[in-house]
């Protein structure tokens, strides 16, 4: 089963002599049941890609899907929708509300989806926990490291049980330590049939998480690779 699916996406900005092209007919299979980093120097298009996959961008030309759905087929409010309820966004920026506290934060998809607040903060203390967080429910964004940060914003996207979960940089402002618990966390998460979680990364040290590997320049995509698996059938995390 493919999750996501780029065919051939051409992504074009406004600049001040004219149109620049940032995707150049780029081409992607997101399968579901494992994890996919895209690679590549920055300043190639693998964030202007996840974006279009997630839906946030609306492509230039080409063809992007979503769990089956063809987002050039759908209007505004269904996309709207389709992102709100199938997928988890992991952004560098952490978009936390400085108002709420770390489990009201994690727990916003939920009351997005209509859920009392009280009992969407309450299902998101065990993931939050599982983060290394326990301790923390009630405090605010302002009283959190940036790494801290990033954990709530993480718990935020993976709350609602999404479809895709894509992920840009999530390991970047974290410790080893902490990069590992949040790469095993996805991985648990990518290993259900059904669901999939794409990368973003310059971050070696989480290569040995994936299921595939693809590497984009100059707005294009290249090519795949996977990734072995260790003999008690986790992931590596590989250290520098």
């Known amino acids: 089963m493919i999750a996501a699916r780029a065919i051939d996406v051409v992504m074009e900005f406004e600049g001040g002599s004219g149109p620049v092209r940032v995707l150049h007919g780029a081409s992607l299979d997101v399968p579901a049941g494992g994890v996919t980093l895209l690679v590549g120097p920055s300043g190639c298009g693998k ?25 050039s087929t759908l209007g505004d409010s269904a996309r709207v929708r389709l992102r709100r309820r199938r997928i988890g966004f992991i952004f560098q920026q952490y978009n936390l509300l400085p108002s709420l506290t770390v489990a009201e934060n994690a ?17 998101a203390v065990p993931i939050l926990e599982r983060l290394g967080l326990a301790g923390l429910m009630d405090r605010l ?15 935020r996207a993976l709350i609602h049980e999404p479809s895709l979960v ?56 290249l090519g795949a690779g996977g ?13 520098e």
């Open 47 to 71: 964030t202007t890609l996840l974006s279009v996959l997630s839906g946030t961008l609306k492509a230039t030309s080409g063809e992007v899907e979503v769990m089956g759905e063809r987002l």
């Open 107 to 123: 727990a916003v998809p939920l009351v997005t989806a209509g859920m009392r607040l009280s009992e969407a903060s309450r299902r």
């Open 141 to 155: 964004p302002r009283q959190l490291s940036g790494g801290q940060q990033q954990r709530v914003a993480i718990a």
């Open 166 to 221: 894509v992920c840009d940089e999530p390991t970047a402002a974290l410790d080893a330590k902490s990069g590992q618990t949040v790469m095993e966390l996805l991985r648990s998460v990518a290993a259900a049939p059904d669901r999939a979680v794409l990368v973003v990364t310059h971050d070696s040290r989480i290569h040995g998480f994936a299921d595939r590997i693809v590497e984009m320049e100059d707005g294009r995509v």
């Open 227 to 239: 990734s072995s698996a260790t003999g008690n059938g986790h992931k590596e995390y590989h250290h």
